[in-house]
Structures are given as structure tokens and as C-alpha cells.
């Protein structure tokens, strides 16, 4: 939805509403897109983020356990005189 400045003041608090909701709206001047509303992604307080953090450090823990190490990982490759096989 396109909506002149002029025409936003007086209903600001709906379109900021709508942009909320999802919808797109754009407030133009002169006939020219200017800004865009958009919603912004809520801010996780400390406890959330402290857990979000330890879920990825606990996955990739684990992840890293489960394979080969890296240093060992192209052995295959190579002879016992550690020239390629």
C-alpha cells in the first residue's frame, strides 16, 4: 500500500498497525517512494539469548565429535613414506 506523507500523519497509527500485520506499506512524496514501514524483530532478553547461545555451542560440540579429526582426515591418500599412494 502507497500512502503520501501528507495523507500518513493523520493515520499513522493504523498504518503503523498494518505494517505490523505484515502488510507492506510505503509512504511516498511527491509522487515518489521514501520509506517503507516495516516491523523490527523482537529483542530476546538476557535468559533467551544465554540459551540460544549454549544450544549452538552444544550442537556444534557435538557435531565436532562425530567425525574424523581433521589432521587424520586424508591419510587414505598417502603411502607409508608419506608421498601420495
Given at each position: 500500500m502507497k500512502v503520501s506523507v501528507t495523507e500518513a500523519k493523520g493515520q499513522l497509527t493504523e498504518l503503523v498497525r498494518r505494517a505490523e500485520a505484515g502488510d507492506e506499506v510505503i509512504l511516498t512524496r511527491h509522487g515518489h517512494a521514501a520509506v517503507r514501514l516495516i516491523p523490527i524483530k523482537a529483542v530476546l532478553d538476557?535468559?533467551?539469548?544465554?540459551?540460544?547461545?549454549?544450544?549452538?555451542?552444544?550442537?556444534?560440540?557435538?557435531?565436532?565429535?562425530?567425525?574424523?579429526s581433521a589432521a587424520r582426515s586424508q591419510d587414505f591418500l598417502y603411502g607409508d613414506d608419506g608421498l601420495p599412494g
Open positions: 538476557r535468559k533467551s539469548r544465554r540459551a540460544l547461545l549454549e544450544a549452538a555451542r552444544t550442537s556444534g560440540a557435538a557435531k565436532a565429535k562425530a567425525g574424523p
